[in-house]
């Protein structure tokens, strides 16, 4: 059966099934927000670069991008009059991404943002909202919308009315009627910051006959393994690795001078947070268990009771992954009798007109978005990152590091394996008493234990992670790169 009959059949049961699906996804809560632009194509405007990212992380990189391709379209290349006839030679043979287009009227393309979640959408609108600013006042320069169910007649619909010249998939969002339509109409698809997991990668082999025929251009992974996944399923495309943009999300590393004249100064050391809570001394130990998750409560429990048994002279600072977990935490510690008060009752020293906060205090944080802030409160902190002690992927260990906060982890970090295995396994790099992924709660409390007894020097934390960092960052001007040689 030739190519084009498969391709065809499919179509017309891939359409035949989103219809039956339709009614119920109107009645989605989730999906029911944004409908009537899901569903439509009317409300949309051209643009030369269309950047999807699916939920909230990947929306974070897009906006990265999106400033990243200001400074290099707008700011560098503001008209570009005619590219250099010789421009295939100077591109790299491996790369092969080079085009002859010229900007249309001598403008740069405008961008389209997508998303399919609301949060998504948020964290994309920050850049419409400082587009005068960030964006030379270029008018109309980025617009966002939700991303498209991939009906086949929508998703056509879609790219006629947009006319990209690219269009940009964060990670691994791949999408049949996206990919055919891109295809029918001549629209590079590039997939940056690509990984594929075991279970992807199986699931995608078992369809590989429809895939085989959707090929994107051109893939950038994050590593060697997601490369040759990839390269199993997409064996025409232009496969390559790159650096995790996440990197380029983490800090904007200083230079060393800069980090001298922060440990100069006669303040204590606060690099990052903005936080002013007098009653909380910069000297005095404090254990933060940050982003601690439902189902491994039970362990953090008996964390804390043992830390405050063998080290009572320490603040516990507690932060829930979920706020409504407080009320839980509130009748736990309660039971346990150990004293406790709500972050939102310390109001610069004054605790309800109390004086001073009683070492062995647990406070239980109630307000949300103070997490990173909070890593930089004191010169002596200690951190341990949840949603690690059950198989929950875990959360960003990388933050406390930056602060100079020793840091520890349950054994499941599936969810964070872009940050490297070296930086558990390599004792040149910081070592066991800096970062530890843990093999247990036990290894937990005398992790914890052993920094609040013999804190590590906060300043060595601070440029061994800043350095790390820096080595691991690049990958976003990677990107824009790919997208400069496709418009």
């Known amino acids: 059966m030739k190519n084009s009959t498969i391709i065809f059949l499919f179509l017309n049961l891939y359409r035949f099934l989103w219809w039956l699906a339709l009614p119920i996804l109107k009645r989605n809560v989730r999906l029911n927000e944004g409908l009537k632009?899901?569903?439509?194509s009317d409300h949309l405007k051209k643009a030369g670069i269309w950047i999807h990212g699916a939920s909230a992380g990947e929306s974070n990189l897009a906006v990265e991008l999106v400033k990243k391709l200001h400074s290099e379209i707008i700011i560098k290349e503001p008209t570009i009059k005619n590219r250099d006839s010789n421009q295939n030679n100077r591109c790299s043979e491996k790369n092969n991404l080079c085009s002859n287009k010229r900007y249309a009227n001598?403008?740069?393309?405008?961008?389209?943002?997508?998303?399919?979640?609301?949060?998504?959408?948020?964290?994309?609108?920050r850049v419409?909202?400082?587009?005068?600013?960030?964006?030379?006042?270029?008018?109309?320069?980025?617009?966002?919308?939700?991303?498209?169910?991939?009906?086949?007649?929508?998703?056509?619909?879609?790219?006629?009315?947009?006319?990209?010249s690219i269009i940009v998939l964060i990670e691994t969002e791949l999408w049949p009627s996206l990919l055919f339509a891109a295809k029918k109409y001549g629209v590079k698809v590039a997939v940056v910051n690509g990984r594929l997991s075991k279970k992807s990668h199986r699931n995608?082999?078992?369809?590989?006959?429809?895939?085989?025929?959707?090929?994107?251009?051109?893939?950038?992974?994050?590593?060697?393994?997601?490369?040759?996944?990839?390269?199993?399923?997409?064996?025409?495309?232009?496969?390559?690795?790159?650096?995790?943009m996440k990197f380029d999300t983490l800090c904007k590393c200083?230079?060393?001078?800069?980090?001298?004249?922060?440990f100069n100064t006669n303040s204590p050391l606060n690099i990052y947070s903005t936080l002013n809570i007098g009653c909380l001394a910069a000297n005095i130990p404090i254990s933060i268990l940050a982003s601690v998750r439902k189902e491994e409560e039970e362990d953090v429990i008996i964390i804390i009771d043992e830390?405050?048994?063998q080290f009572p002279k320490?603040?516990?600072?507690?932060?829930?992954?979920?706020?409504?977990?407080?009320?839980f935490w509130k009748k736990v510690v309660t039971e346990k009798k150990h004293k406790w008060i709500l972050r939102s009752e310390l109001k610069k020293g004054l605790i309800n007109g109390i004086e001073s906060l009683s070492l062995g205090t647990v406070i239980l944080w109630d307000i949300f978005g103070e997490l990173k802030d909070a890593y930089s409160i004191s010169t002596s902190t200690v951190a341990f990152v949840g949603g690690s002690l059950k198989p929950l992927g875990g959360h960003n260990f990388i933050e406390p590091l930056i602060a100079g906060v020793p840091t520890v982890t349950g054994p499941f970090t599936d969810d964070f394996a872009w940050v490297g295995e070296e930086i558990f396994s390599n004792d040149?790099?910081?070592?066991?008493?800096?970062?530890?992924?843990?093999?247990?709660?036990?290894?937990?409390?005398?992790?914890?234990?052993?920094s609040l007894r013999n804190p590590p020097n906060k300043r060595d934390i601070i440029e061994k992670s800043l350095e790390y960092i820096q080595k691991k960052q690049g990958g976003t001007s990677i990107v824009c790169n790919t997208i400069k040689h496709y418009i």
């Open 37 to 40: 632009e899901r569903t439509s």
């Open 307 to 309: 830390l405050i048994k």
């Open 128 to 164: 419409k909202m400082h587009s005068e600013t960030l964006l030379s006042k270029q008018k109309d320069f980025i617009n966002i919308t939700w991303f498209p169910f991939d009906i086949p007649d929508l998703m056509e619909r879609f790219i006629c009315k947009v006319k990209p």
């Open 428 to 450: 040149n790099i910081f070592g066991d008493n800096i970062v530890k992924r843990a093999k247990s709660r036990d290894e937990v409390i005398n992790f914890i234990l052993n």
């Open 204 to 244: 995608y082999m078992l369809t590989r006959w429809l895939w085989d025929k959707l090929q994107p251009d051109t893939i950038l992974a994050i590593s060697d393994k997601d490369a040759q996944r990839f390269r199993d399923i997409f064996p025409t495309s232009h496969i390559d690795v790159m650096q995790n």
């Open 106 to 125: 001598n403008q740069p393309p405008k961008i389209l943002l997508t998303s399919t979640t609301a949060q998504g959408i948020s964290i994309l609108s």
């Open 254 to 262: 200083p230079e060393k001078s800069n980090i001298n004249s922060i």
């Open 314 to 327: 320490q603040f516990i600072c507690l932060f829930p992954r979920h706020q409504h977990r407080i009320d």
